[in-house]
């Protein structure tokens, strides 16, 4: 009995290391939008998910007080404008991190404070000069009140503060940039344990360069891969090719030993014409994939021993954000709560106990919520009917779909494979899935009034396979 009971203990532990060896996902909540729901339905929306982190771009005092006790943590932000204030004058850090750190500290778990979001990037600006030096003050501060040893300090880089990042051994920070503030910055992080904050965005990449980098590379889907040409290493994502480039000059300067944090990255689910590989396919697939990637697998092949740890970007679709269609179209969620696509956010997910929001009728189904589901085929999206809609949206659908639509409702007729179960949610799901195939899976092909969303999970029931293309 002892034996076994050692034995038990050791699978325990082996189990435990596994899982702490294991990536995070957190998530950028984002606000430049006049029809968000308020903080409070936001944190139960992140709970009902299983999201555990969450990154905001200021210290807003709602937000904030509407995390207070919920066991989500948050990287809060002090914003570009104040770099000057905060880098120029210690008491302005002072007052900042008594009013925006220390006031709601340790009921709301801030574990970071970001120093501004990419003014370090691919060009010098005025404010560039004042990063490293807010930096240091407000570490300052945190250290005055005996708040450093739990919050860090950093600042997100922007990838393109790359001079070279392929192949990935050869990534080198821009020489204009390194001695001015790159080394400065880095001395500060290893200085104070902390770790570099870097925006990584392959959907740029990849549509400005379509010709040449493969999708699906991009996407996380299956592919032979990029073999490294300096270290042999193959590379099967475009994603952890560009982490690596990261890692490599940071190496390059002698700084092997920092950490980083994906503090930015995501797929819009549209965009303008110009914006090649915008859209909600492919959305679902790269963050799909990026989160199973995360939680279920090491580091980069350059690192494989340091966990990677991302934060989606975004929550919401923002209204209000200026420049092109995707800008616009980077959520994971409408403002009513509703996914945009249906993916796992979290450990919870993955295993189908994700659930779903619960604010509105008709919205995204939670996968496993009928029928159950296989193993997620990467890349591939199908489209389901939501249990939650009314049964006469759902038939409306139903009736479109197999009538006017054109979809092959063959299976679920009497006597057909896929007949059972026998339930409205099942025969719609069917239909619906039939009619986004023979379109291509394009962009809102499936939607159905709202009865339906896009799912990167494969329906399993009975003998029914769910056709994937026409």
């Known amino acids: 009995m002892a034996s076994l009971s050692f034995f038990n203990f050791l699978i325990l532990f082996l189990s435990a290391i596994a899982v702490s060896d294991a990536g995070s996902v957190g998530i950028n909540y984002g606000r430049v939008a006049d029809n968000l729901p308020p903080p409070d339905k936001v944190v139960q929306l992140l709970k009902s ?48 991190v008594q009013a925006n750190i220390a006031k709601y500290y340790p009921a709301t778990k801030i574990e970071a404070i970001a120093i501004g979001n990419e003014v370090i990037a691919e060009n010098i600006t005025d404010t560039t000069k004042f990063v490293v030096p807010a930096m240091k003050t407000i570490q300052a501060s945190l250290v005055k009140l005996k708040l450093d040893s739990n919050i860090k300090v950093s600042s997100p880089v922007a990838i393109s503060c790359l001079g070279n990042s392929y192949p990935a051994s050869a990534g080198s920070f821009k020489t204009n940039q390194v001695q001015s503030t790159i080394i400065p910055m880095l001395d500060f ?97 790269y963050n799909g994939n990026l989160v199973r990637r995360v939680l279920t697998g090491n580091g980069t092949p350059l690192r494989p021993n340091d966990p990677l740890n ?70 591939q999206t199908w489209c389901m009917a939501s249990p939650n809609a009314e049964a006469e949206e759902l038939q409306e659908g139903l009736d479109y779909a197999c009538g006017e639509g054109g979809a092959d409702c063959g299976p679920i007729q009497p006597n057909g494979a896929c007949y059972n179960p026998n339930s409205l949610v099942a025969h719609a799901s069917y239909a619906y899935n039939s009619y986004y195939q023979k379109k291509a899976r394009v962009s809102g092909s499936c939607f159905f009034s709202g009865t339906a969303y896009v799912s990167t999970q494969p329906p399993s029931f009975g003998n029914c396979q769910f056709p994937t293309g026409y």
């Open 49 to 96: 998910q299983g999201v555990a982190k969450v990154k905001i771009f200021d210290s807003d005092s709602a937000v904030l007080t509407a995390l207070a006790n919920s066991g989500i943590s948050v990287v809060v932000c002090l914003p570009n404008q104040q770099l000057a204030s905060a880098a120029n004058d210690q008491s302005f850090s002072d007052g900042w």
């Open 189 to 285: 992080l290893r200085e104070t344990g902390s770790y570099l904050m870097v925006n990584v965005y392959p959907f740029f990449a990849y549509k400005d360069n379509s010709k040449t980098i493969s999708l699906d590379y991009s996407l996380f889907k299956d592919n032979p891969g990029v073999v490294d040409s300096g270290n042999g290493l193959r590379y099967k994502s475009l994603f952890e090719a560009q982490v690596d480039a990261v890692y490599a000059a940071m190496s390059a300067l002698t700084y092997d030993d920092l950490k980083l944090v994906v503090t930015e990255t995501g797929w819009p689910s549209a965009g303008d014409a110009a914006e090649v590989g915008a859209s909600q396919d492919n959305a679902a697939a």
């Open 310 to 379: 991302v934060y989606i970007f975004a929550l919401f679709n923002e209204n209000q954000k200026p420049g092109p269609t995707s800008e616009r179209n980077y959520g994971l969620f409408y403002p009513n709560e509703q996914r945009v696509y249906n993916i796992p956010l979290s450990q919870k997910g993955l295993n189908g106990n994700q659930s779903p929001p619960a604010s509105n009728v008709n919205q995204t189904a939670p996968v496993n919520n009928w029928g159950g589901v296989s193993k997620a085929t990467s890349g």
